[in-house]
């Protein structure tokens, strides 16, 4: 079977899941169970931390595993591990901060202070960055209380919008240290075996199929043949768009895959050009 690791709890829980899920796995558990067999598709799953993940995905225990770019980051595992897939969710920031009216305004500020963060080797290889050292000041969680507790003088941290930030006083230096969002990540050691590296494939693609299906949607119009060329450049789609003919005499039938993001846009320029009868449907699975 295909060891899968998957976060257990945390941020990246239910996103995960969720993906899984759509992409025809089944994670059924017993109540407090931290594995699901799931036989249908060969796959044990492994209810792990994402840190975890981060640190054990490329040591052979794991084949493959979904956790944070910043946790793998943090852990050092870069070289023995190689990212499959971008999955657009879990998306951080990790910054220096510090409080809001303090003496600290930038970076280089730092050196030689104290500074609280879950991710102390980021925090120092930043700090080396800036020609500067840090005296890192290590905790699991709630960093941002740090420097109003007196424990250190700024932290480095996740940022997501901003509010528990907001909330403890404190404000961000300079650039992010790293941009980070969960990926789906195998170790870069030797072949899994025939079998286990096909099923690794099929994951890698139906994980796909369900984020391309996340972001697109189908659009279908009818266009004059006089705007077809115009048309057809707004909407190229992934490839190229599906052009069908219609029964009125010089008019067609277009049918593209269009960005989600897109959608309205997409449909103020085609009416300009003289389209008609633009519909948009969702996609439920796809394979691009
Ligand atoms: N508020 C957030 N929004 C989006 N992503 C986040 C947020 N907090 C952490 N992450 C990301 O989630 C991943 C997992 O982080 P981590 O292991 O710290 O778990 P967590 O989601 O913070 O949960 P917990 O702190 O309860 O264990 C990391 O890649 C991190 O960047
Ligand atoms: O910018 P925001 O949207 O406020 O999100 C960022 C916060 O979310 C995470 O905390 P989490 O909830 O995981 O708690 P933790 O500090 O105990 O890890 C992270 O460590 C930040 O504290
Ligand atoms: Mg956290």
């Known amino acids: 079977m295909l060891r899968v690791a998957v976060p257990n709890k945390g941020s990246l829980h239910g996103p995960t899941t969720q993906l899984l899920e759509e992409a025809g796995y089944r994670l059924h558990r017993e109540h407090r169970a931290l594995f699901a067999e799931d036989r249908g598709n060969n796959v044990r799953f492994i209810f792990w931390r994402a840190s975890d993940i981060a640190r054990n995905v490329g040591a052979g225990v794991l084949d493959v595993g979904i956790t944070g770019q910043d946790l793998l980051a943090g852990a050092g595992t870069a070289e023995s591990t190689t990212e499959l897939l971008r999955l657009g969710f879990g998306s951080s920031r990790f910054y220096f901060a510090?409080?809001?009216?303090?003496?600290?305004?930038?970076?280089?500020?730092?050196?030689?202070?104290?500074?609280?963060?879950?991710?102390?080797?980021?925090?120092?290889?930043?700090?080396?960055?800036?020609?500067?050292?840090?005296?890192?000041?290590?905790?699991?969680?709630?960093?941002?209380?740090?420097?109003?507790?007196?424990l250190a003088d700024a932290i480095a941290d996740v940022v997501e919008t901003g509010s528990s930030l907001r909330a403890a006083g404190l404000t961000t230096l300079g650039e992010p240290i790293l941009r980070s969002q969960?990926?789906?990540?195998?170790?870069?050691?030797?072949s899994l075996g025939?079998?286990?590296?096909?099923?690794?494939?099929?994951?890698?693609?139906?994980?796909?199929?369900?984020?391309?299906?996340?972001?697109?949607?189908?659009?279908?119009?009818?266009?004059?043949?006089?705007?077809?060329?115009?048309?057809?450049?707004?909407?190229?789609?992934?490839?190229?768009?599906?052009?069908?003919?219609?029964?009125?005499?010089?008019w067609v039938a277009v049918r593209a895959m269009v960005p989600r993001a897109d959608v309205q846009d997409v449909m103020d320029k085609l009416a300009e050009v003289g389209a008609t009868e633009i519909l948009v449907t969702r996609l439920e699975a796809c394979r691009l």
Do not use: W
Not at 118 to 130: G, N
Not at 184 to 189: D, E, F, T
């Open 98 to 150: 510090v409080a809001n009216d303090g003496p600290i305004t930038s970076v280089p500020e730092l050196d030689g202070k104290r500074v609280a963060t879950s991710f102390p080797k980021l925090a120092e290889q930043a700090a080396a960055r800036h020609g500067i050292r840090i005296e890192p000041v290590e905790l699991d969680g709630a960093v941002e209380t740090a420097v109003e507790l007196g």
């Open 182 to 190: 969960a990926v789906l990540v195998r170790g870069a050691g030797a």
């Open 194 to 250: 025939e079998e286990r590296e096909h099923a690794v494939e099929v994951l890698g693609q139906r994980l796909r199929g369900v984020l391309d299906a996340r972001s697109y949607v189908v659009m279908d119009y009818n266009c004059p043949d006089s705007a077809l060329e115009t048309a057809t450049a707004i909407t190229p789609g992934k490839e190229s768009p599906t052009i069908s003919s219609l029964t009125e005499p010089g």
